[in-house]
């Protein structure tokens, strides 16, 4: 199994910036992909940024240039660092952990840009 602990979310205002971080627990070892989505009210799920275990990243057009995306292996953390926020970033985040054998989320963490 594999569990997922967020943190990190909060409220700020537009332009301003937050982190955001997960750490993996459990059977971890080997290839997998972590990443970031969020979901908006009434919206669907959609991908933020991911990055794999030998460290690619894939970016949702709309967080290019302000998001960054990163990971330390030996923690089996996963950190997303979000700039220039706004208001259309605001939702719930989640975390996800996919490897071969698992397909993971976290519980999610709320993230609100007032404008």
């Known amino acids: 199994q594999v569990q997922l602990v967020e943190s990190g979310g909060g409220l700020v205002q537009a332009g301003g910036s937050l982190r955001l971080s997960c750490v993996a627990s459990g059977r971890t070892s080997g290839f997998n992909v972590m990443g970031w989505y969020r979901q908006a009210p009434g919206k669907q799920r959609e991908l933020v940024a991911t990055i794999t275990s030998g460290g690619t990243t894939v970016y949702a057009d709309s967080t290019k240039g302000r998001f960054t995306i990163s990971r330390d292996n030996a923690k089996n953390a996963v950190y997303l660092q979000m700039n220039s926020l706004r208001p259309q970033d605001t939702g719930v985040y989640f975390c996800?952990?996919?490897?071969?054998?698992?397909?993971?989320w976290g519980q999610g963490t709320q993230v609100t840009v007032s404008s």
């Open positions: 996800n952990f996919r490897s071969p054998a698992y397909d993971v």
